[in-house]
């Protein structure tokens, strides 16, 4: 009798239905660190409901329709009336209604909730990195609204609600709302004091009628905007209604979509104005002022997303390689295999670390945490975002074949591992935002320095990483060519300290004799062939 000819043997199962946070373990680490005591067992309860959701595969389903089916522009009714409407797959409504359900919006109503969120968020990037884009925008206009009382409590308690109510209806109506941001323009890019965009006084106190043209407008299909534009003191920040208090439709023309490498299930546009409606949010000429706590929270949420996507790029090749067999064994057991696997973890944990820290520090609020941030965030974002594609890519190539394949669900991350690098100002902007706080900032510097000195003596490599850092500083000639080297190495040695100080042993040592000591190569696999790389793995492991 003849054989079947389609024998499926040697494929790992499907990496779903489990914890995708109780099975991070740096992750679950943070929460425990940085959370108040008392509000762990909460935290981690709400966290694991996020994650067991987030790691089913009725998540996993939709996440593939919604990056399947792009959203699509309807400028028109059929009637011929301008609507200026996006319209998206069913199952992008469904992720982004967990996703304001599970509070990713919520953070400044409860305590921890800085740290709370950012490990949700990072739970909620490995399932569609797309919604994470309104999510992120909404949560972090608050602290640009908080400038206006009156602004603030008209709009905050819609923005940090738990209720996703879609939907163009005037604010007063809605139970939630969600907020995008129109910053750029096409000549100026992240030079946002190019912009031509003016905005005139009208007869009502604080109102302006604004004409121009954005170039990226993040999430064109939400309630409100915050739009910088030209006033007659100079740039100025603006929050512009989709819909009028009146019930009629401010104009907001949506030129096109942008067809984007990644990001796909999420609609990024260009809007025009012509004499659109606006509010003023803070004062005339400091627009840049008004909108800088909304770009650094964003840029938080960047780092975020980037340690999201490492992390489940890295689950699903050691998952991939626990189950896999060549050459007489399982992949994992393969020496060379293990050290690539290895490496990975240990740049997903020191970016998750990292991430969790910039968040325990806006919960803090104090002058020196704020201090301490105004450095950390931009190298971070510089650095953590700038490691996420690489990681990306070798994680896709432990599986082979497979990983080059869409069901593998790799190429997604492959495609939006670029973007947070972009996104919120791309790497020069960051590095040359550090040299920015640097020379006018000077408690900057010290708060952190104070950080890491605060694992000075544990590790020899990082203690001479740190003199190396300040050997640099001493001699700031030419320092602009070099701003991108001294970004590196602030968040190096900040990633180096907090492992040190928090990560296990094995986790640390790997990180300071590869990234700070010189003991690894250029590409990923290269760590001391004498290092426990099975304990690393093994704690990267997503365990089912």
């Given at each position: ?8 043997t040697?494929?790992?199962p499907?990496?779903s239905?489990y ?10 680490c ?10 762990v067992e ?14 089913s595969e009725?998540?996993?389903e939709w ?35 967990k996703g304001?359900g599970?509070?990713?919006t919520?953070a ?10 950012a ?6 990037t490995?399932?569609?990195a ?6 992120s925008?909404t ?8 400038t206006?009382?009156?602004l ?9 609600s738990?209720?996703?109510?879609r ?8 139970a939630?709302?969600?907020?995008g ?8 890019g992240s030079?946002?004091r ?7 006084p009208?007869?009502e106190a ?8 954005k170039w990226?407008?993040s999430?064109?299909m939400s309630?409100?905007?915050l739009?910088?534009a ?6 100025t920040?603006f929050?512009v ?9 401010n ?7 942008k ?15 012509d004499?659109?409606?606006a509010?003023?949010?803070?004062e ?9 706590d909304?770009?650094?929270?964003t ?5 975020l ?26 992949l ?7 050290n ?8 997903s ?11 325990a520090?806006?919960d ?6 704020r ?8 190298a ?7 490691r996420?594609a690489?990681?990306v890519v ?18 997604r991350?492959v495609?939006?591992s670029?973007l947070?690098s ?5 790497g020069n ?16 510097l010290?708060?952190?320095l104070?950080?890491v000195?605060?694992?000075r003596?544990?590790d020899?490599?990082?203690?001479g ?5 300040l ?7 030419g ?17 180096g ?6 990560a ?8 300071c004799?590869?990234r ?5 190569g250029a ?11 099975a304990a ?8 089912v």
């Open positions: 009798m003849a054989g079947s000819t389609h024998t499926v040697n494929q790992p499907e990496l239905g914890d995708v946070y109780g099975a991070d373990r740096a992750l679950v943070a929460v425990e660190r940085h959370l108040d005591p008392a509000l909460e935290a981690h309860s709400e966290l694991s409901g996020l994650g067991r959701a987030a790691g009725q998540l996993r996440a593939v329709q919604a990056d399947g089916h792009p959203p699509r522009l309807r400028t028109h009714d059929r009637f011929g009336h301008r609507v200026d409407e996006v319209d998206f797959h069913p199952a992008w409504h469904r992720l982004l209604g304001v599970a509070g990713l919520a400044w109503t409860r305590p921890g909730g800085q740290v709370r969120r490990a949700a968020f990072v739970v909620w490995q399932v569609e797309g919604t994470c884009c309104p999510l925008m949560h972090a206009a608050v602290p640009a609204l908080r206006d009382p009156e603030a409590a008209e709009w905050e308690p819609r923005l940090t738990v209720v996703y109510d939907g163009l209806r005037p604010a007063r109506l809605k939630g709302a969600l907020f941001m129109a910053m750029t323009e096409k000549q100026g030079d946002v190019a912009n031509t965009t003016r905005a005139v009208l007869a604080g109102t302006y009628a604004l004409t121009g043209h990226f407008c999430a064109p309630d409100g905007f739009v910088l030209q006033a007659p003191e100079g740039l920040c929050l209604p989709r819909v009028l208090q009146d019930d009629s439709r104009v907001f023309r949506l030129q096109r979509l067809d984007k490498l990644g990001n796909r299930s999420n609609a990024s546009a260009e809007v025009e104005f004499g659109t409606w509010r003023r949010v803070g005339e000429g400091r627009g840049v002022r008004t909108i800088i909304m770009v650094a929270a840029r938080v949420d960047c780092v997303g980037s340690a999201g996507l490492m992390r489940q790029a890295v689950a699903q090749a050691v998952h991939h390689c626990t189950y896999r067999e060549a050459f007489g064994g399982r994992v057991d393969k020496p060379l295999m293990r690539v696997l290895a490496d990975l973890a240990v740049e944990e020191a970016a998750t670390t990292l991430g969790l820290r910039l968040a520090a806006c803090d609020g104090g002058e020196q945490e201090a301490f941030l105004r450095i950390a965030v931009p971070a974002k510089y650095w953590v975002t700038k996420c690489p990681l070798e994680a896709a190539e432990c599986l082979g074949g497979n990983g080059y394949v869409e069901e593998s669900g790799m190429p991350l495609r939006e670029p947070n972009v996104w919120e100002g791309a902007v960051q590095a040359l935002d550090v040299l920015r706080a640097l020379q006018r900032e000077p408690g900057a010290d708060a952190y104070r950080e000195g605060r694992a003596g544990a020899h490599r990082l203690d990483a740190i003199r190396g850092l050997t640099e500083l001493a001699d700031l000639r320092v602009e060519a070099r701003a991108r080297r001294l970004a590196e190495r602030f968040a190096l040695v900040l990633q300290a907090l492992l040190v100080r928090f296990p042993p094995e986790v640390a040592d790997a990180f004799a590869s700070l000591g010189g003991d690894g590409a990923f696999g290269t760590l001391p062939h004498t290092l426990p790389l690393l793995v093994e704690r990267a492991a997503p365990g």
